[in-house]
């Protein structure tokens, strides 16, 4: 079986060969800009990883993972337009470096692009695959809907917020495996399985980012720590907060949340002893490990034998043992 670092060289490979070298430039140059970015490539990665699970080709899992890939991007670039975001792993968002219409625009063209690039798959599991994807896609909007929502919403419940990290975030790492495990010739039963696997995966992936915005490094997290309680973001840890302190507390949270006089560092440092006081920090470790709990539950029931499924569970463990 092939590492993680060879799965990952094959399929930048792969996206190196896709043609966008095309007119108008001001259509296709943002594309190349949001793909050579980087970033993780963990959904590519797992679709071919899970592939190999069933075949010792995870090639045949390409084109699905490139799909998911320009998918991905796609909706980054337009989060980024709504969250009004200057930069993108340290570059500007295309918004910035060109104009909010031309991003709208690419971002528009990448969606359709990774339909045309998913629709050119074997027929064998192009079928399959076609409804989980448009499906996924769906939900992601859904999400996000959601999470904008959550904004002026008055109060949010942890199940709310929870069902909304399943559609934005956990539901396009599941799709990335079950794909992967269609192009691999795995059966109903495990494609499900490894579905399960990767949104309970995408939950304590989530959660794990909901904690590093708090407690993250800032020499390795790449993001300034705070920005959530800096804009009064839902997260789990500020609606679980809310919903477990006392009045005398509670008082004093709502306080910051609506005091737009003080310096957003005494915030930050504030809100964050509150939830050292409720000991919100522990709650959110315990409820990740709930999820990865539940999806290695999953993957054990894969019936490929445990040594093939080694990669899977190196890659999950990095997810949420992350520092950035």
Not at 3 to 29: G, V
Not at 289 to 308: D, T, Y
Request: proline share 4%; with cysteine.
């Amino acid at each position: 079986m092939k590492s993680s670092d060879e799965l990952l060289q094959l399929f930048n490979q792969a996206l190196d060969e896709l043609p966008l070298d095309k007119a108008p430039s001001r259509l296709y140059d943002p594309i190349r800009y949001v793909l050579s970015m980087g970033g993780k490539r963990i959904r590519p990665t797992m679709c071919l990883m899970a592939c190999e699970l069933f075949s010792d080709e995870p090639a045949k899992a390409l084109i699905p993972a490139l799909a998911l890939e320009v998918f991905h991007n796609f909706t980054l670039l337009h989060d980024d337009i709504m969250d009004k975001a200057p930069t993108r792993r340290g570059m500007d968002c295309v918004h910035i470096k060109w104009d909010e219409n031309v991003a709208i625009l690419s971002g528009d063209a990448m969606q359709i692009l990774s339909y045309q690039i998913l629709g050119a798959a074997p027929v064998e599991y192009l079928k399959e695959c076609l409804p989980i994807f448009s499906q996924t896609a769906i939900e992601v909007c859904e999400g996000q809907q959601f999470d904008m929502d959550f904004e002026t919403q008055k109060s949010v419940t942890v199940a709310e917020y929870m069902n909304m990290i399943r559609l934005k975030t956990a539901v396009l790492l599941a799709a990335s495996l079950k794909m992967g495990a269609i192009a691999g010739g795995a059966s109903a039963s495990d494609a499900d399985l490894l579905y399960d696997f990767g949104l309970s995966t995408g939950l304590a992936f989530q959660l794990k980012d909901d904690l590093l915005d708090v407690y993250g490094d800032p020499e390795t997290f790449g993001k300034r720590i705070g920005g959530d309680i800096a804009c009064n973001k839902r997260t789990f840890m500020l609606i679980n907060a809310l919903d477990k302190a006392d009045p005398a507390t509670l008082l004093e949270l709502q306080g910051w949340l609506t005091d737009t006089t003080r310096a957003e560092s005494e915030k930050i440092s504030a809100v964050t002893s509150i939830y050292n006081k409720l000991n919100i920090k522990e709650l959110c470790i315990l409820e990740m490990g709930n999820h990865q709990k539940k999806a290695f539950e999953a993957l054990a029931q894969v019936s490929v034998p445990e040594s093939r499924k080694a990669i899977l569970i190196q890659l999950a463990n990095e997810l949420t043992d992350r520092d950035k």
